[in-house]
């Protein structure tokens, strides 16, 4: 791999790093504007950058598999750059757009995110560089706003219709803490998780499946979602009360209420969660991530086999609880388990793939970790 300054001829200004996330409960309900709770992932994407002052963006990545890609920033325009440049070109457009009289940079990227598991590579490509922007360019932004820029790029330059969770786990979350997001708002709560304390720990399993139907159907979802908020009188599904939500199913179209039902009980799951970490009882998330995954497999209709048997596999060998993580058809499962079993509950995913002649699930542990930040 080339170092920046062969590929630049000059040194780097400044570096960052952006984490992935897992999210513990709460799928699909950010778009909704409900309750999320993810946690930071270790693993970042790192950016090294340097202001240019002659309007260019050069962008390289050692994750994207070909040359310097070189933009005019008066040019950035919505579906004008293709392929994963899209994600950084499109923070700087929505800077611009949001009236940030910022210029060119170089940035170099390196990850340690695995693209496409469910794990918001996406995101954390976005947030570092919006965090290297607003160092570079002294824009004295805030965390949320960077995250709303972000999530600006995402929807509107790539034209993925993502919610917020993402970008806020990326820009906000703490190390031994998850986030207790309102997306309505954006007002959060760090909530301290001690895994290790309790004796247990976080897997992660990455299918490493992404079946195509995943970008239409999240599309079709989320309208579905709106429609039936918009027919129950409402700002948001979000506002729907359990208590109201037979009344509410009784109203709907038989192909609306499983979405509606979905929403409203992940969102108390999230409060739910919430509780039992304030309480100081990690284990007792368990049976909630089982019950959320057997709500966005049944009512959701956003699992696929593959996560489905890694959910089964994992509870099959101990594992307190699992669901799916992420906006689904693929990608990750996390699994709650004693710390002491973390390696062969993992075992006994991996052989139960074997069985099924699915590829092997790569395995990570996720230890919450740090938001958005300058590394040096
Ligand atoms: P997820 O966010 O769950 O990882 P997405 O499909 O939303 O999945 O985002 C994955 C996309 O993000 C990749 O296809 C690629 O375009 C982009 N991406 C993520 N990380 C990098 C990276 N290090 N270098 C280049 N592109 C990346
Ligand atoms: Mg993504």
Not at 63 to 83: F, H, K, N, S, Y
Not at 113 to 124: D, E, K, R
């Amino acid at each position: 791999m080339k170092t920046f300054t062969a590929l630049y001829g000059r040194p780097a200004e400044g570096e960052w790093a952006a984490p992935g996330r897992v999210n513990l409960i709460g799928e699909h309900t950010d778009y909704n504007l409900g309750f999320v709770l993810p946690i930071a992932l270790p693993q970042t994407v790192r950016a090294r950058a340097a202001r240019r002052d002659d309007g260019r963006l050069r962008l390289w990545s050692a994750q994207g598999g070909g040359p310097v890609t070189e933009l005019r920033i008066a040019d950035l325009a919505p579906g004008a750059v293709p392929g994963w440049a899209g994600y950084p070109a499109g923070v700087v457009w929505a800077l611009r757009e949001a009236g940030h009289q910022v210029g060119g940079a170089d940035i170099r990227l390196d990850s340690d995110v695995p693209g496409g598991a469910g794990l918001s590579s996406s995101a954390a490509l976005e947030c570092v560089v919006a965090t290297a922007y607003a160092d570079l360019y002294g824009l004295g932004l805030t965390a949320p706003d960077l995250a709303l820029l972000a999530q600006r790029a995402e929807n509107a330059f790539v034209g993925v219709p993502c919610g917020i969770m993402d970008q806020m786990a990326s820009m906000c979350c703490r190390p031994g803490a998850a986030l207790f997001l309102d997306s309505r708002d954006l007002t959060a709560r760090q909530v301290p998780v001690d895994l290790a304390g309790a004796g247990l720990a976080l897997l992660v399993l990455d299918t490493r499946v992404k079946h195509d139907l995943g970008d239409g159907a999240y599309a079709a979802l989320r309208a579905g979602c709106e429609r039936a908020a918009a027919m129950l009188g409402l700002p948001a599904l979000r506002s729907l009360q359990p208590s109201a939500l037979a009344d509410a199913l009784a109203q709907l179209p038989t192909e609306l209420g499983p979405l509606v039902r979905h929403v409203v009980t992940e969102n108390a799951r999230v409060e739910e969660a919430v509780a039992h970490l304030d309480a100081g009882d990690p284990a007792a998330l368990g049976p909630v991530l089982t019950a959320g995954h057997a709500s966005l497999r049944d009512d959701y209709r956003v699992s696929c086999p593959e996560t489905d048997l890694a959910v089964e596999a994992a509870l099959a060998a101990g594992a307190h609880g699992a669901r799916m993580t992420g906006g689904g058809f693929g990608g990750s499962v996390i699994a709650l388990v004693d710390a002491a079993e973390a390696g062969r509950v993992a075992a006994e995913v991996t052989a139960a793939f074997r069985a099924a002649g699915y590829a092997e699930p790569r395995t990570l542990t996720a230890v919450p970790a740090e938001g958005a930040r300058r590394l040096a």
